[in-house]
């Protein structure tokens, strides 16, 4: 091999290389930079921070990205971090989910919602299905004004148990297939079992019985779509402690989860402006 060819190839797995390491040098960047801001959050609000943010982020150098959900292994980081907080510690939930697999998301709200000290779920954009359950077992929900939860009605695959249910109303028992009857049985004791489960750990956050009774009842028997937004004004309005005071360094924090790269759907100059009018500079030596 001649010395051109020979250094071209040494540049080529040079860069190679470089573009092999170079996520992984950013996602260990990332993490520290967390770590830090999580830190300084706990020492701000004397607390015990945990985190769990389901985004798409990138993987490699390919672009390779994928959905996260509430899942096991995070219930399972989860409750180990709680069994690690002093009990009276309060405990800062951030979260940031399209939901997930319903017995993790019951086993961390449980879990909440028996810590002795205050517990406080933070939710800067969003929280559906499996993380608004964790949300309930919070002492105080602390939501971004136009952040949003969403029902807790069980769902059967793509399917909504509360619908399958209703088949009943329908049809005659004998013009539904053995299948379907099974289905609605299984939609029946999911619906009750979800029932139970909020009015429960509502119950172990100090709501009364009735309050208890009425919120489970909106929120698990399939009253809206299960991807219906609930606002911080409804909310309010079903009895639910809310407060939209979120914590400047947690924006902060929802910075360093970023989405995929690529060409932006959103663009803005990263910077505050100021109102029309309202022109605080010193021009002119005024």
Partial sequence: MDPYSAIMSQIFWLIFLLLLIMPMIKAQTLEWSRER?????????????????????????????MMRFITIEDSEQVLRAIRMTPKN???DFI?????????????????LADHEAEVRVIVPHYAMSGGTLIALAADKIVMDKHAVLGPVDPQLGQEPAASIVKIKELKEP?????????????????LKQMFDTVKSILLKKGYDE???????????????THDYPLTVEHLKELGLKVSTDVPEEVYA??????????????????????????????????
């Fill in 174 to 190: 004998k013009d539904i297939d053995d299948a379907t009857l099974v289905k609605i049985d299984v939609s029946e004791k999911a």
């Fill in 89 to 91: 510690m309060p405990i």
């Fill in 253 to 286: 924090l929802m910075d360093l989860y970023p989405q995929p790269t690529g060409t932006p759907s959103v663009q803005y100059i990263p910077v505050p402006y100021q109102r029309p009018g309202n022109n605080h500079s010193n021009a002119g030596g005024k």
């Fill in 95 to 111: 979260i940031h989910t399209p939901g997930g697999l319903a017995l993790a998301a019951t086993q961390i709200a449980n879990a």
């Fill in 37 to 65: 801001l999580i830190r300084a959050i706990e020492e701000k609000r004397k607390s015990r921070v945990i985190t769990m943010i389901h985004r798409q982020e990138t993987r490699s150098f390919l672009g390779f990205f």
């Fill in 210 to 224: 009735e309050t208890a009774t009425r919120i489970a009842e909106e929120l698990s028997q399939g009253k809206w």
